[in-house]
């Protein structure tokens, strides 16, 4: 065993040695600062979360019971948006990108009704959700938004800890994503801050705000709640597999 | 219309059915009129146990007596199993009684709501 052990540190002094040695490593557009570090002892949000405050932003279940959280959209999105409530309510509800199986992006996972895990790594927390397979990655590095940001279905996040609580920004969003099925839009510049905590020894809180100069006319609040379940396993979610709801012409079907 | 309306009437029959869990996650609901719960009884055709949805082809006599193929969606394998369902709780061949919210459309469709297989409860 010890001569296994000294031919390992032996391996390592080389590796050490060859990484030295070899060209500098490239120079990040962002550095990491070392002042933002996790903290010694991260929390414990193992297991698999189940979300008990529903799916609609604009309707949230609080304590059993849905409590109307209505979005302060400027004049033109809230055009938009009577435009999807009003297809609804006729039985023909607007194009949703997720009925032909196109990713919810962010926030609209966040309150997907499957559930999520957490993954903690050196840097980074990634979290898991079950629908659609989505993964999204949050830096907590202590690097910063790039300057130039494609925009994407989940967007740049980056993350630090304040005591046990999560506190996350994301920017970069896609507009032709929605909040929810009810069609909500926002813009490509909406910006998502979160805080993320255990209110309980089995509750999980996410406190949102969502900040879109473009389509809202101040900060909306909002809160999502999940319950742990250390005996569920994350599941497959196909939605190619057999999607019978696929949206024609900005129609969803039932075939 | 007839069979609908006794089924209905039956509410020994109504009590035993279990609540399906709601299905909204993967689109809009609309299409469905949440405001009326239809009652079919037929003989299931398929039991497709799939993701996005899952969905039972039911085939239900109509007032003629013609056989009439129902696709009903129900919520995914996902929620159902965690509710205690499995890929085998509805076969082929089985006999059904199940509370959907009808396509607003008259389509021969709906919402899967409640459902008695064999006479059992299924959830």
């Known amino acids: 065993m010890r001569r296994v052990i000294a031919f390992g540190v032996a391996g390592l002094l080389a590796a050490v040695a060859v990484g030295a040695g070899a060209a500098p490593a490239p120079q990040s557009a962002q550095p990491a600062k070392p002042?933002?570090?996790a903290p010694a002892r991260l929390p414990d949000w193992s297991g698999v979360w189940e979300n008990t405050s529903g799916f609609h932003f604009t309707n949230?279940?609080?304590?059993?019971?849905?409590?109307?959280?209505?979005?302060?959209?400027?004049?033109?999105?809230?055009?938009?948006y009577q435009l999807a409530l009003d297809a609804a309510k006729a039985g023909q509800p607007i194009n949703d990108p997720t009925a032909n199986c196109v990713w919810p992006g962010v926030p609209r996972v966040i309150v997907s009704p499957y559930p999520s895990e957490y993954l903690?790594?050196?840097?980074r927390v990634s979290?898991?959700?079950?629908?659609?397979?989505?993964?999204?990655?949050?830096?907590?590095?202590?690097?910063?938004?790039?300057?130039?940001?494609?925009?994407?279905?989940n967007g740049d996040s980056i993350g630090h800890w304040e005591g046990q609580t999560l506190v996350v920004d994301t920017v970069g969003l896609r507009a032709d994503t929605m909040y929810e099925n009810t069609g909500l839009p926002h813009s490509d510049a909406l910006q998502v801050k979160e805080r993320i905590y255990l209110a309980g020894p089995d509750e999980?809180?996410?406190?949102?705000?969502?900040?879109?100069?473009?389509?809202?006319?101040?900060?909306?609040?909002?809160?999502?709640?999940?319950r742990r379940h250390r005996d569920w396993k994350m599941m497959d979610y196909v939605c190619e597999e057999n999607n019978r709801n696929p949206s024609v012409d900005g129609v969803t079907l039932a075939k | 219309m007839k069979l609908i309306a006794k089924l209905a009437a039956a509410g020994a029959l109504c009590t035993a059915l279990a609540a399906v869990p709601s299905a909204q996650a993967h689109h809009?609901?609309?299409?469905?009129?949440?405001?009326?719960?239809v009652t079919l009884e037929g003989v299931v055709k398929e039991f497709q146990w799939t993701n996005p949805h899952t969905w039972v082809q039911l085939m239900v006599k109509d007032a003629s007596g013609k056989e009439v193929e129902w696709s009903l969606e129900g919520a995914s394998p996902n929620s159902l199993a965690r509710k205690g369902w499995s890929r085998n709780s509805i076969k082929a061949g089985d006999?059904?009684?199940?509370?959907?919210n009808p396509l607003k459309d008259g389509a021969p469709g709906g919402s899967l709501k409640k459902v008695t297989v064999n006479g059992q409860t299924i959830g």
């Not at chain 1, 949230?60 to 938009?80: F, S």
């Not at chain 1, 999980?204 to 609040?221: H, Q, S, Y």
Request: glycine share 6%; charged share 25%; net charge positive.
């Open chain 1, 35 to 37: 002042a933002a570090k």
């Open chain 1, 60 to 80: 949230p279940i609080v304590g059993g019971k849905r409590v109307p959280n209505p979005p302060p959209l400027n004049a033109e999105y809230k055009a938009k």
């Open chain 1, 120 to 123: 903690f790594t050196p840097g």
């Open chain 1, 127 to 153: 979290i898991v959700y079950e629908y659609m397979s989505q993964v999204r990655r949050i830096r907590t590095d202590g690097s910063g938004h790039p300057a130039d940001l494609e925009p994407s279905y």
């Open chain 1, 204 to 226: 999980l809180v996410n406190e949102m705000t969502f900040i879109d100069p473009k389509a809202l006319t101040g900060p909306w609040k909002t809160t999502a709640r999940y």
């Open chain 2, 28 to 37: 809009s609901f609309a299409m469905f009129d949440n405001q009326k719960e």
């Open chain 2, 95 to 100: 006999k059904a009684v199940i509370v959907v």
